[in-house]
């Protein structure tokens, strides 16, 4: 069992920054990859940005360059904390983001543990 705390979103304007912010904790052996994606209304969800144990990224097309995902390995098989830190946001990036976490970044969307979400609006 993997337990996710996010934090961070909020409401932006266009051009400004957001950071969020996930702390996975529990059976940290099993996690390889930790991630967000999000979901817009109506829209179907997709992976913003994703991170492995030994630092491998993968980031959406539409945030590559404003986006930046890292990890905190520090307590290892305890607690890893990712942080997300959003620039230049468009008034596209508004969605509910959600901390995804899963041994592999492609079994994420359908095998992976989720947060409860957190908003992101960006709005002038």
């Known amino acids: 069992q993997v337990a996710l705390v996010e934090s961070g979103g909020g409401l932006a304007q266009p051009g400004g920054s957001l950071r969020l912010s996930c702390t996975a904790s529990?059976?940290?052996?099993?996690?390889?990859?930790l991630g967000w994606y999000r979901q817009a209304p109506g829209k179907q969800r997709e992976l913003v940005a994703a991170?492995?144990?030994?630092?491998?990224?993968?980031?959406?097309?539409s945030v590559k360059g404003r986006f930046t995902i890292s990890r905190d390995n520090s307590k290892d098989d305890d607690e890893n904390t990712i942080t997300l830190e959003m620039n230049r946001l468009k008034p596209e990036d508004t969605a509910v983001y959600y901390c995804?976490?899963?041994?592999?970044?492609?079994?994420?969307?359908?095998?992976?543990?989720w947060g409860q979400g957190t908003e992101v609006t960006v709005s002038s």
């Open positions: 529990g059976s940290m052996f099993s996690i390889n990859a």
């Open positions: 995804v976490a899963a041994f592999t970044i492609r079994i994420m969307s359908d095998f992976g543990t």
């Open positions: 991170i492995t144990r030994n630092g491998t990224t993968e980031y959406a097309d």
